[in-house]
């Protein structure tokens, strides 16, 4: 959507998808505009795959760019335009996404994703996992970041308070929250003089699985300083934000190196963070080094002994750690949605030579 936005003001934009109407309410709870696109219907079903395989693999092109949007690295239809894109969000392939007992229905989407010029990813992360796996140039388009809402109080005036930013979420694609309860705790045993907070904000999802990580995360929190919220609006968030001196990020803490997939692939919330003037101590993984580098505007740890020490180091002595600030809050500019904008419109020039 951000895509389509980016382009709609210079050129004529149709936007496809399953149920366009849902996607027009989706405009007003992220706040995005499409006023200028057209919201185009369509269904896919499986038994109408290779009939739209030799369809528009063999008419002559509807459009001048067609771009594509897939959670895994092959998409659910051929591309339409004269110049393809496939927008990848995550390094899954067909097994880890749809499992084995799927996979012979998988030779069609190979076929679909021949069709497409190059691979667009969110990271240099997600590209990595990518390269041997296609014959496509891939390249990395990061993220839009809307940073307008979000402000800065001096580093001086914030509280001593750590905040973190996660759905709450009960397998294998979690984001830790219960690791970093964990770890405040230890925090707070250890240096109770430092008087710290901690606010564990996150989603709230309704199925039982997921319901169940949010009850043991509340239940081990109890005691100590700790708010566990859900659901907050988006004033709310930026104000926390606006006040935490420290944000942790954890998503990937003992996840197995096979599997990418379980680990941050670019990581919003911690740009959001950084543009609020918080200092980021994020695990060193996935997507969190190419936005925060280690000493420079936050910190990056591999373990929790890591973790804490980082943390309390920046609590002990916070005047000595204000540059960093700084230089977050200056690092988080270049992933903004205009920033965005700008790298989508060069793409597009290259594209369409």
Known sequence: MTFAEALQ??????????????????????GINLDSVELRAWQRTH??????????????????????????????????????????????????AYGRRNYPKILPYRLFRA??????????????????RIRQPVEVLYP?????PLQAMSFAQKKNQVISTGRFIGTKDSKCQLEMVQCFKKICDAYPELNLTYLCIGGERPEGMHQDYLKKVREAAVGYPIQILTNVSLAELAQHYAESKVFWHAKGFRSDPKHPEFTEHFGIVTVEAMASGCIPIAINAGGQPEIVQDGVNGFLWNTEEELI??????????????????????SSTQFSADRYKENVRSLVDRLLV
């Open 309 to 330: 020490q980082k943390t309390v180091a920046v609590f002990q002595q916070p005047d000595a750690f204000v540059p960093l600030s700084e230089c977050a809050i200056a």
């Open 9 to 30: 003001d210079d050129y004529e934009v149709v936007f496809i998808a399953p149920f366009p109407e849902d996607f027009a309410k989706l405009q007003t709870s992220i």
């Open 115 to 132: 069709t497409y010029d190059r691979v667009l990813v969110h990271s240099a992360f997600v590209k990595s996992h990518l390269d041997d």
């Open 144 to 148: 839009p970041v809307d940073l307008a």
């Open 47 to 96: 038994d109408r795959i290779y009939p739209m395989l030799n369809r528009y693999v063999k008419q002559s092109p509807d459009y001048d760019l067609f771009l594509s949007l897939s959670n895994t690295i092959y998409p659910q239809m051929p591309g339409l335009g004269r110049r393809n894109l496939l927008y990848v969000q995550f390094p899954y392939g067909w097994r880890e």
